[in-house]
């Protein structure tokens, strides 16, 4: 959509305080009106713009091994994450912690991507056996994602084979899994 398109370039462009409808309309070509009707204010176009831009179905998960389907997601989370615009994160970022109406949008948002990108895949893995912490998808939706951004914001570098690889066996891993009790040989 021309809108949700335009909205982003801008937001990339000259950040989120700069950004306005009015400008979103001279990019766009669409009426402030047309608009306004279809988004409250800037937060809620700021958010239809990200939810458009994002909108992605994780990988439904094709084995029965556990340790399989985590490297699928993880890889499919890595690609996506890796596509994004630094500039478009960093706008973002910023402008959450000046504006509690789009930081409370875009939580809204990352509570409906952890869930689509969790549910199905730790259900499987209950459904086959898999002995997972209570917490199993807050502590994906919280752990993954913040690695990944680390490894391609800060550190630079591609989330090739070898580090989803790491970060399922080394970290997912080990922190999905319920612990054995006391005394019981893991």
């Known amino acids: ?3 949700l398109d335009a ?3 801008l937001l990339t462009e000259v950040g989120y305080e700069r950004l306005s409808i009015e400008a979103v309309a001279g990019r766009s070509g669409a009426a402030k009106t047309t608009i306004y009707r279809r988004h409250r204010d800037k937060a809620a176009l700021v958010a239809a713009a990200v939810e458009h831009r994002s909108h992605s179905t994780p990988p439904e998960p094709t084995a029965d091994d556990f340790r399989e389907n985590l490297i699928q997601l993880v890889s499919w989370l890595a ?8 500039g478009l ?7 959450m912690r000046g504006d509690p109406r789009l930081a409370e949008e875009m939580r809204r948002i990352r509570r409906q991507d952890a869930a689509a990108m969790t549910d199905e895949p730790l ?13 199993a998808a807050e502590l994906f939706a919280e752990v993954a994602p913040a690695i990944i951004m680390r490894r391609v914001v800060i550190v630079g570098e591609p989330c090739d084979e070898r580090f989803v690889e790491h970060l399922v066996d080394d970290i997912l891993l080990p922190l999905l899994h319920r612990p054995a009790p006391k005394g019981t040989p893991s």
């Open 1 to 3: 959509m021309v809108i």
């Open 7 to 9: 909205t982003l370039s």
């Open 79 to 86: 690609q996506r994450i890796s596509e994004q615009d630094i």
């Open 89 to 95: 994160l960093g706008a973002l970022f910023a402008a």
């Open 123 to 135: 259900r499987k893995a209950i459904r086959v056996g898999e002995d997972l912490t209570p917490q």
